[in-house]
């Protein structure tokens, strides 16, 4: 689950990892990183991270002595590393808990303290204390007007389109990236393999591929379009930003505003012309 647990809040102490993986908080009782990244623990298991409480530098797995603690070995940009670089790529906010044993001032005295969301604002490889490559991720409080949970309504079946809603969440700065890639957008995106409908572009990163999902009939007031697949586009930034800004349209017959050519739309994607001419009349501009 990326995002909240229903029934944890901020602050809740757990006596042991074991617990912690019980609660759904942090998969697994033994990494630094749960499982699918979607969370981390601080418990000073890597010389190289830095807690300053509202800024996090998290040192990735991989590499460490298990009876020094000290680095032997390069990190590698896969498993757990990798899962929280697409995170970072895609937006997704990580569950953060400290231990007991972390050597800084925000650890708790006893157990495991759930510390709520952060986000990803970079990760980097380099040079750590023991002179091996090391990942670092830099991750920032997300404050509670800032949190958003992407809705993960549960399909019927594998490859099913995720239900969505009809009243997405809108409030806060982090609102716009989070919902984009909530499990309907991520359906979407799936679909054309993250390769942009409009231009055709597929974006290769160290994590993989990046596209965005864009709402084609805006989840923000005064629009209030829905967060579903029928109103959902897979886009490379630089069209997301021109579709949203006005500067490109899509015709009922899927021809292009703007720009020539045609949208490209798989047979599993079912696109609504309604929201279509929404978007023609209310957020694309003539000259």
Same mark, same amino acid.
């Given at each position: ?233 897979? &886009? ?26 045609? &949208? ?24």
């Amino acid at each position: 689950m990326i995002g909240e647990v229903p029934g944890v809040t901020e602050g809740d102490i757990f006596r042991d990892r074991q617990a912690l993986h019980d609660a759904g908080v942090h998969g697994g009782v033994m990494q630094g990183i749960g499982g699918g990244g979607n969370s981390i623990v601080l418990s000073g298991g890597y010389v190289d991270d830095v807690d300053e409480n509202e800024l996090i530098i998290y040192t990735g797995q991989g590499g460490r002595d298990p009876n020094s603690g000290r680095q032997i070995a390069d990190q590698e940009l896969k498993r757990g590393n990798l899962q929280l670089a697409r995170h970072y790529t895609e937006g997704n906010p990580i569950r953060v808990t400290r231990g007991h044993q972390l050597r800084s001032p925000y650890a708790p005295e006893s157990g495991y303290r759930y510390d709520g969301l952060y986000r990803i604002d970079h990760f980097w490889h380099e040079q750590g204390q023991d002179g091996l490559l090391v990942y670092r991720y830099r991750l920032i409080k997300i404050r509670p007007t800032e949190i958003v949970q992407p809705p993960t309504a549960p399909t019927s079946h594998q490859g099913a389109a995720p239900a969505g809603t009809q009243n997405p969440p809108r409030t806060g700065v982090y609102t716009v990236r989070v919902i984009r890639n909530s499990a309907v957008a991520n359906h979407v995106k799936a679909i054309y393999q993250h390769r942009c409908q409009i231009s055709g572009e597929i974006l290769e990163t160290p994590a993989g591929r990046y596209a965005e999902g864009c709402h084609i009939k805006p989840v923000g007031r005064p629009h209030d379009g829905p967060d579903t697949v029928e109103n959902l586009l897979c &886009l490379s930034p630089n069209m997301h930003v021109l579709f949203d800004k006005g500067s490109i349209a899509v015709a009922d017959d899927f021809t292009l505003i703007g720009v020539p050519g045609n &949208l490209e739309v798989h047979q599993d994607h079912p696109i609504s012309l309604d929201y279509l001419r929404y978007h023609r009349e209310h957020i694309y501009k003539l000259g």
